[in-house]
Structures are given as structure tokens and as C-alpha cells.
């Protein structure tokens, strides 16, 4: 049994572009697709091949597009795959992927999906809400001795592996505290995704979801936040709302696909196998096989 990934900023981030580079016609067509949907709202010269790396470090800048980008470059490559998609399969998104997952599940189409996810990068740079910390610790640590001694303006994001973990923070004095722990630390994001800090976009956002022509999933979708497969539209539509203000803890999510979902391989639909490096250093009871679909597409072009 199969999980499909598909993973969020971290992501985009390491994106080679080589899938570009090279003329991948699945990732070409889709990029076509996805300028013609934005044209209209952000103007008929956009190319989203432009915005598939981050600049200079700055997260946020053009971040609507980039995550227009990254949901088209995702789209894309599941449906060089979805062949492969039988009926007991997983489809599974961790935070900005959720976009992804939400098409390819066909929860909802693409179209309004990009211009849903251009909307929340708009919402995004107009909040200033605060900072997403990438930490990595020298020991292992557990999700709940991390939140029990985060002083309080500081909050657990996303729990990677028992050695790496995101950190929400309103401004930069968490850097003195993570300091004092001894974690290696650099800042991801100029915005603090998965916690209580935001909570004031999460109204505009959720007005967005109901807006939508939300459909039944036709296929099994399995959230990363609740750690359970969910068997309706509203659902998917209120965990995509939840997830912006809660907690990841991909550590409990392989876990219950290892073993709840007795899933056995996991296929990372890319831009960059992230979710596959930390499922290799996740202490999961029984191992996955692990493949890049992004790789294989690469090298069936080549």
C-alpha cells in the first residue's frame, strides 16, 4: 500500500529546477495553465518558472506566486504518476502541500486552488505576523518536552523528526532562547505557519475554502494533522483551515501510516524529497520503501 506526500515550503525551497531546465512537458503544460489562470489578476506577462526558488533568503517576496508555483510544480508531477493510484492508496499533504492535495484528491479543481493559494500568499504578506525558525538539536527530543519548555510567546510549528523541528516565533528574541538550548538554528520564513500566531488570517482564509466547489475526495486522504484518513468534503475543507494554526507532528503521522494504514511504500511528489529525509530519520516500526517521483521524471526525460 501506497502514501502519496506531498510536501510544503521546505520544499520549494530546495527546488533545482532542473525539471524546467530540461523542457518536462508535464511541468510545462501545467506552468502554461496555471499563467493563463493568473494572467487576469497579476498580469499577462507572469511566468510562474520565475518564481520557483527563493531570493536572496527573503521568503516572502512574490510569496503568492511561489506558492502558486509550488502547487503547480506538485500537480504536475502526480499526474505524470496517477496511473499508479489504486483505491487503497493515501494521498497526504503536510502543511502548504495540503494546496496539492487538495486537486489531485480531486477535493476541488486547480484553477480555483491556485487562485485560493495566490489568495492566501496575498494574506500572508499583509499580516507581518512574525518568523518560522528551522532548528535541528544535537539529542534527541520529544514532541511534548519541547512544548513544555518553550517560554510562551514561542510555539512548536512543525515536529520533523526527533531531531529537527520549525519554531513560530512574533519577533527575533527566540533566537536568544534558542541559544540557550544549544539548537542549531536559521530562520525559513518570514511568517510563523502552524501556530496560534495565525489565527488573523485564519477568517479571511476560511471564507475563501466555503467559497469553493468543495467535492467528495475520490480518493483516500490522510491528514497530517489529525493523523486519520478523512471521509468528507467539509472535512478536508476544515482540517485545510486547522492546519494553518496547529501543530504538525510528522513524526505521529508516520507512524500511524506505518502502522494504523499498514502502508508500506511512500512516493514523494516532490519539488525535493524533504518528507522522505525525515521519514529516513524517524523512529517508525517498520521501514518504507521510499521513492522519488520527482527523480524518476527527471530521468525519464533526460
Known amino acids: 500500500m501506497k502514501a502519496f506526500l506531498f510536501p510544503g515550503f521546505d520544499s520549494l525551497e530546495k527546488f533545482d529546477q532542473r525539471a524546467l531546465s530540461i523542457g518536462v512537458p508535464q511541468v510545462r503544460l501545467q506552468m502554461d495553465l496555471a499563467n493563463e ?14 518564481f520557483t526558488l527563493s531570493e536572496d533568503g527573503e521568503f516572502n517576496r512574490n510569496l503568492p506566486l511561489k506558492i502558486a508555483a509550488s502547487l503547480t510544480v506538485q500537480t504536475a508531477i502526480f ?5 499508479e493510484l489504486r483505491d487503497e492508496d493515501l494521498i497526504v ?20 486552488t491556485l487562485l485560493g493559494g495566490h489568495r492566501f500568499g496575498q494574506l500572508l504578506i499583509e499580516s507581518e505576523l512574525g518568523y518560522l525558525y528551522r532548528c535541528s538539536a544535537s539529542d534527541t527530543t520529544t ?37 540557550s538550548q544549544g539548537f ?5 520564513a518570514d511568517l510563523p505557519l502552524h501556530s496560534p500566531l495565525m489565527s488573523a ?26 493523523h486519520r484518513e478523512m471521509a ?39 519539488p525535493a524529497p524533504t518528507l522522505l529525509r525525515f521519514a529516513e530519520r524517524a523512529p517508525v516500526a517498520r521501514p518504507f520503501r521510499m521513492r522519488d517521483a520527482y527523480a524518476e521524471l527527471i530521468g525519464a526525460c533526460v
Open 143 to 179: 514532541r511534548e518536552t519541547l512544548e513544555v519548555s518553550l517560554p510562551t510567546d514561542l510555539y512548536l510549528s512543525v515536529y520533523q523528526t526527533p531531531k529537527h523541528f520549525l519554531i513560530a516565533s512574533r519577533d527575533r528574541t527566540a533566537e536568544a532562547w534558542l541559544t
Open 232 to 270: 468528507c468534503a467539509n472535512e478536508c475543507a476544515e482540517e485545510a483551515g486547522a492546519n494553518i494554526v496547529e501543530c504538525v507532528d510528522w513524526v505521529r503521522t508516520l507512524e500511524h501510516l506505518a502502522i494504523d494504514q499498514h502502508v508500506d511504500e511512500i512516493v514523494s511528489v516532490g
Open 201 to 226: 488570517i485564519l477568517p479571511p482564509m476560511q471564507r475563501t475554502i466555503r467559497a469553493s466547489s468543495i467535492r467528495q475526495p475520490k480518493a483516500r486522504v490522510f491528514s497530517s494533522l489529525w
Open 79 to 83: 499526474e505524470s504518476i496517477r496511473a
Open 37 to 50: 489562470i493568473l494572467a487576469p489578476i497579476v498580469g499577462s506577462d507572469v511566468d510562474l518558472q520565475s
Open 184 to 188: 542549531r538554528f536559521s530562520i525559513l
Open 93 to 112: 499533504g503536510c502543511s502548504l502541500g495540503d494546496l496539492a492535495r487538495t486537486v489531485c484528491s480531486g477535493i476541488a479543481s486547480f484553477e480555483e
